[in-house]
């Protein structure tokens, strides 16, 4: 019964190595990417300020508005469960259904794979929906693109982002590790021994420039203290 319960709290983002994406929106045109892998090698002005969404897993960089094949999302898509929707950019077509369209994340069964978070998600009909964000053991999660909002935005430099993304990315780190544990112990008492030799780091960090990041950083340290709570019953 632990392993169960254990096993129900691990939720994987996926390292992007995706092409790139861009976005015509609030009349500019932006770089769109995921939050939860940002490195600042990939900005193109590292002295400008980046749009960081405090709500959802996106980040928005202004690139030159002459780009090519940019996605316009300029209205909202009316989504439903059991709605067809496609992974773009693929070498083979990829196509799942909406089981849930919550207003900053699409709930779906889109099968992906390590290396498809940050990649395009479209209706049937090749409209705009998300960028691939996260998984659970049993649905992928897409980021919306669709229905984005000015007053979500939080002004941050690539500089300031990559500080915060190494504490979460440390963090996610450390739970990732006590999961693979659980899956390599046979026993919940070999796994208390494992938590007791693997202790949470002691990360002391208050200068957060990131919203959503820290947010996401305190549900990893819920996660972590659900796993000794449930080793402990």
């Given at each position: 019964?632990?392993?169960?319960?254990i096993?129900?709290?691990?939720?994987?983002?996926?390292?992007?190595?995706?092409?790139?994406?861009?976005?015509?929106?609030?009349?500019?045109?932006?770089?769109?990417?995921?939050?939860?892998?940002?490195?600042?090698?990939?900005?193109?002005?590292?002295?400008?300020?980046?749009?960081?969404?405090?709500?959802?897993?996106?980040f928005?960089?202004?690139?030159?508005?002459?780009?090519?094949?940019?996605?316009?999302?300029?209205?909202?898509?009316?989504?439903?469960?059991?709605?067809?929707?496609?992974?773009?950019?693929d070498?083979?077509?990829?196509?799942?259904?909406?089981?849930?369209?919550?207003?900053?994340?699409?709930?779906?069964?889109?099968?992906?794979?390590?290396?498809?978070?940050?990649?395009?998600?479209?209706?049937?009909?090749?409209?705009?929906?998300g960028?691939?964000?996260?998984?659970?053991n049993?649905?992928t999660?897409?980021?919306?693109?669709?229905?984005?909002?000015?007053?979500e935005f939080?002004?941050?430099?690539?500089?300031?982002?990559?500080?915060?993304?190494?504490?979460?990315?440390?963090?996610?780190?450390?739970?990732?590790k006590?999961?693979?544990?659980?899956?390599?112990?046979?026993t919940?008492?070999?796994?208390?021994?494992?938590?007791?030799?693997?202790?949470?780091?002691?990360?002391?960090?208050?200068?957060?420039?990131?919203?959503?990041?820290k947010?996401?950083?305190?549900?990893?340290?819920?996660?972590?203290?659900?796993i000794?709570?449930?080793?402990?019953?």
């Open positions: 019964m632990i392993f169960k319960k096993f129900l709290l691990c939720i994987l983002p996926f390292i992007s190595f995706a092409g790139e994406i861009y976005i015509d929106f609030d009349n500019h045109v932006y770089r769109a990417d995921n939050i939860h892998s940002f490195e600042s090698a990939k900005v193109r002005n590292p002295a400008a300020m980046l749009l960081v969404s405090s709500k959802r897993d996106i928005l960089e202004s690139v030159n508005s002459s780009v090519k094949n940019k996605s316009s999302v300029k209205s909202p898509s009316i989504l439903y469960a059991g709605q067809k929707i496609e992974l773009e950019n070498e083979n077509q990829v196509t799942g259904r909406i089981i849930h369209a919550g207003k900053y994340f699409i709930q779906c069964d889109l099968a992906v794979k390590r290396g498809d978070s940050g990649k395009l998600v479209c209706t049937a009909d090749k409209k705009t929906l960028l691939v964000s996260y998984c659970t049993k649905y999660f897409v980021v919306r693109i669709d229905n984005l909002s000015n007053d939080e002004k941050i430099s690539p500089q300031q982002l990559q500080c915060d993304q190494k504490i979460f990315a440390a963090q996610k780190e450390y739970e990732y006590l999961i693979d544990g659980l899956k390599k112990c046979q919940p008492r070999s796994f208390k021994l494992f938590l007791q030799n693997n202790p949470p780091p002691a990360i002391k960090y208050t200068r957060w420039h990131s919203t959503y990041l947010n996401k950083f305190i549900e990893s340290e819920n996660v972590v203290r659900k000794f709570e449930c080793s402990s019953i």
